[in-house]
């Protein structure tokens, strides 16, 4: 029987983070809930159990969404609310978001929350924390264990910490008979939070594997444990430099501390560009095939921390999800697709290869007529491989994004077909603006079999990112020659001109380029404190009018794309999402974010 059960918990940590159907099976043999202290405590597997739910309760790894919104079909939108949010995408069909988008984030919540779920892992962790070192398991097994668990519960707060600023930092099992000041406890401050996160990364380095290839078995190594300490340490120093401190510190960083911040960044990207562990991902001579497969290939020499998909629906034991799904031009399994649309602003933020800058010429664009060879010619071939448009190779077939076909008497077909075209293309939503995701997408993959198929690995530490995060460090710390070979490798890599000299809006560009979709862009805009400037415009679209005559198209730009009654609109005070007002009616001692109104 225990043989049996090892089995599973092997099984189960070769697809750790999301596959929950995999952590049933092991719960299903040995129940948790129905055996007791002793022996859970006592018996290796049923630990490796009980640390494994816990990180397969911590959805929030695959792009801050549940896991049953990614796998099973019970939501499909929410995967990429963080692009939706972060200005890079608009809704095409379903979902609720764009009450966020236009202002509507208010004492209620209701987007990105991770506090009750977030406080329930933690309280698993803690009491694994606690027992462990009494226990009479080898060192080795608790030391590791140990160093999981520290690692999940240090990730579980910077996600609460990013999110409302200072929490609660509970790092005991509480007990019903605790005062009453530690059951109903005071958010900690924000400093306090990440400095927790922070010298927890320092305290487990050591204990975890130090090898790069257990990330492939979901195993958190040394170098997740410094990647998280280095994108943590940006997000702090970020806020101490551009922030303002309310409430005594509960939010906000003072700013004579981000120098220190920015030298943590630094010091732990460092550590893992000279371990010379991994290396930016170049294998495919086509540089815009070879930027997709970063997120195709499994296990490739740039990823850091993956979340492991299976690309079999959960509901048939799996761990697939539902990206492919959605994101495919259309038509997919529902005869829908193309979910969301990308908007030209962004586009236009991919350089030319010769460095000169990515914004059409707005007045010969909308005049005469074009192919889009011409149209995209010399463009950044992360462009080509994270952006899908008209005429885009797609399974052997070149996609059809038109909205309207001009006649050969001048006339606009705006429905139906003419001599046999379609007027609106198959592979865009009637409501498109000419562009879809290409980033992740699986060519391979059929999306007509159904939600939860894709197996598409999520990359939540990937090492373009460390580079980035050096760069950024490095900058602020005026080490600029660092910052720009940096960014240089980054462009090399993509196919595009190194740059001659640097500056934070280079930098901060060349993070929205190489990360765009990756779920980045909502939070660096937020740590910038850019978002109200950021996230308050109405983004355009672009029309493609296919002229019969000559198979060339007409350009349209699509003004305004979210209308002119609900505009898009980030507030000041939504830096910080609210603790609303449920959450302080059960705890009293808590107190809300500035600008949001009990």
């Known amino acids: 029987m225990k043989n049996n059960n090892i089995k599973t918990i092997y099984i189960c940590m070769l697809c750790v983070f999301g596959l929950s159907s995999c952590v049933k099976d092991v719960l299903d043999k040995v129940p948790l809930d129905s055996i007791t202290d002793a022996a859970v405590w006592n018996d290796e597997v049923l630990v490796d159990a009980y640390l494994t739910e816990q990180w397969a309760n911590t959805y929030i790894l695959v792009n801050e969404v549940n896991a049953n919104q990614i796998t099973n079909g019970k939501g499909w939108f929410p995967i990429t609310y963080p692009n939706k949010l972060g200005a890079e995408t608009r809704h095409n069909w379903g979902g609720?978001?764009?009450?966020?988008?236009?202002?509507?984030?208010?004492?209620?919540?209701?987007?990105?929350?991770?506090?009750?779920?977030?406080?329930?892992?933690?309280?698993?962790?803690?009491?694994?924390?606690?027992?462990l070192p009494s226990s009479s398991f080898p060192s080795e097994f608790i030391n590791e264990k140990m160093a999981d668990a520290r690692f999940l519960r240090a990730y579980n707060y910077f996600a609460m910490v990013k999110r409302y600023g200072g929490v609660p930092l509970i790092i005991r099992l509480q007990s019903i008979d605790d005062p009453e000041e530690e059951l109903f406890p005071t958010r900690n401050k924000e400093q306090e939070v990440y400095d927790?996160?922070?010298?927890?990364?320092?305290?487990?380095?050591?204990?975890?594997?130090?090898?790069?290839?257990?990330?492939?078995?979901?195993?958190?190594?040394?170098?997740?444990?410094?990647?998280?300490?280095?994108?943590?340490?940006?997000?702090?120093?970020?806020?101490?430099?551009?922030?303002?401190?309310?409430?005594?510190?509960?939010?906000?960083?003072?700013?004579?501390?981000?120098?220190?911040?920015?030298?943590?960044?630094?010091?732990?990207?460092?550590?893992?560009?000279?371990?010379?562990?991994?290396?930016?991902?170049d294998q495919d001579s086509d540089k815009a095939m070879n930027f997709r497969k970063i997120f195709l290939d499994k296990n490739n020499s740039e990823v850091i921390m993956a979340v492991i998909h299976d690309g079999i629906n959960s509901q048939q034991g799996g761990n697939g999800w539902g990206w492919d799904f959605i994101e495919?031009?259309?038509?997919?399994?529902?005869?829908?697709?193309?979910?969301?649309?990308?908007?030209?602003d962004i586009v236009e933020e991919f350089e030319y290869i010769d460095g000169s800058p990515g914004e059409l010429d707005k007045s010969p664009i909308t005049s005469?007529?074009?192919?889009?060879?011409?149209?995209?010619?010399?463009?950044?071939?992360?462009?080509?491989?994270?952006?899908?448009?008209?005429?885009?190779?797609?399974?052997?077939?070149?996609?059809?994004?038109?909205?309207?076909?001009?006649?050969?008497?001048?006339?606009?077909?705006n429905n139906g077909?003419?001599?046999?075209?379609?007027?609106?293309?198959?592979?865009?939503?009637?409501?498109?603006?000419?562009?879809?995701?290409?980033?992740f997408l699986d060519e391979d993959h059929d999306n007509t079999i159904g939600w939860g198929t894709s197996e598409t690995d999520w990359l939540v530490f990937r090492y373009g990112e460390v580079l980035l995060n050096y760069a950024e460090a490095a900058f602020e710390l005026g080490r600029v020659d660092d910052a720009l070979d940096a960014v240089n490798l980054i462009r090399e890599r993509a196919g595009v001109a190194d740059l001659t000299a640097i500056d934070r809006d280079k930098i901060r560009h060349e993070r929205k380029v190489e990360l765009l979709f990756e779920g980045h862009r909502y939070w660096d805009v937020r740590r910038w404190r850019t978002a109200v400037s950021?996230?308050?415009?109405?983004?355009?679209?672009?029309?493609?009018?296919?002229?019969?005559?000559?198979?060339?198209f007409e350009l349209e730009i699509l003004d305004k794309v979210h209308g002119t009654v609900n505009e898009p609109k980030f507030f000041k005070q939504n830096y910080y999402l609210p603790i609303n007002r449920n959450r302080i009616a059960n705890n009293p001692n808590l107190v809300e974010n500035p600008g949001y109104e009990l």
């Open 534 to 552: 950021e996230l308050s415009n109405n983004e355009s679209g672009l029309r493609y009018i296919l002229d019969y005559d000559s198979g060339k």
């Open 96 to 131: 609720n978001v764009n009450k966020f988008r236009n202002g509507g984030l208010d004492i209620n919540g209701g987007i990105f929350e991770w506090w009750e779920p977030s406080y329930k892992i933690i309280r698993a962790l803690n009491e694994l924390i606690e027992r």
């Open 196 to 281: 927790f996160v922070l010298s927890e990364m320092d305290d487990i380095i050591n204990d975890l594997p130090q090898n790069k290839a257990m990330a492939k078995y979901g195993k958190p190594t040394k170098y997740t444990a410094l990647a998280l300490k280095s994108r943590a340490a940006l997000y702090a120093g970020s806020i101490s430099q551009f922030g303002d401190v309310n409430l005594d510190g509960v939010v906000g960083i003072d700013a004579g501390l981000s120098d220190d911040y920015y030298k943590k960044a630094y010091d732990a990207a460092q550590l893992i560009i000279d371990s010379q562990e991994f290396a930016l991902y």
């Open 328 to 344: 495919t031009p259309q038509p997919n399994g529902v005869g829908a697709g193309n979910a969301d649309g990308v908007y030209l």
């Open 417 to 439: 077909t003419y001599n046999s075209i379609p007027a609106i293309g198959i592979n865009q939503r009637p409501n498109g603006i000419g562009f879809g995701m290409l980033k």
């Open 368 to 413: 005469g007529l074009w192919t889009t060879e011409d149209l995209w010619k010399d463009k950044d071939p992360r462009f080509f491989a994270s952006i899908y448009t008209q005429n885009t190779s797609w399974k052997g077939q070149k996609l059809q994004m038109n909205r309207g076909i001009r006649a050969s008497d001048g006339s606009l077909v």
